[in-house]
């Protein structure tokens, strides 16, 4: 069974970074996509990237697009967010999740169903993020 453990939240000031880790264990196919959605307190999950391993393709929200970003290491079956000049708006909750694709799946994470946090049926525990000065 699949399961994903995300790692590296803390606490961090304004302008600080941080690189989370999504450790997948369990994978049964070569073939799937990666995802990180950010939960604020009262707010909806928010779809942050996507990653997948059928083409290599990427999607960051417009929000943190330049500031976020999001790799694999096929070798660690480990995905990452690196994450640089953290504003408060970064803070919450970060979750991995994971989608199991086919070969033919080309571009997933480039279409709109990928930021869905309902498309998404394996899910990490989460790993929290404060910015605070």
């Known amino acids: 069974q699949l399961q994903l453990a995300e790692s590296g939240g803390d606490v961090v000031q304004p302008g600080g970074s941080l690189r989370l880790s999504c450790a997948a264990s369990g994978l049964t196919s070569t073939y799937y996509a990666i995802a990180w959605f950010r939960q604020a307190p009262g707010k909806e999950r928010e779809g942050i990237s996507c990653i997948s391993s059928v083409d290599g393709s990427k999607w960051h929200n417009d929000r943190v697009r330049g500031r976020l970003t999001t790799s694999r290491d096929n070798t660690k079956d480990t995905v990452y967010l690196q994450m640089n000049d953290l504003q408060k708006e970064d803070a919450g909750i970060y979750y991995c999740?994971?989608?199991?694709?086919?070969?033919?799946?080309?571009?997933?994470?480039?279409?709109?169903?990928?930021?869905?946090?309902?498309?998404?049926?394996?899910w990490g525990r989460g790993t929290q993020i404060t910015v605070s000065s």
């Open positions: 999740a994971a989608e199991l694709l086919k070969p033919g799946m080309v571009a997933w994470c480039s279409g709109l169903i990928a930021r869905l946090s309902g498309e998404y049926e394996m």
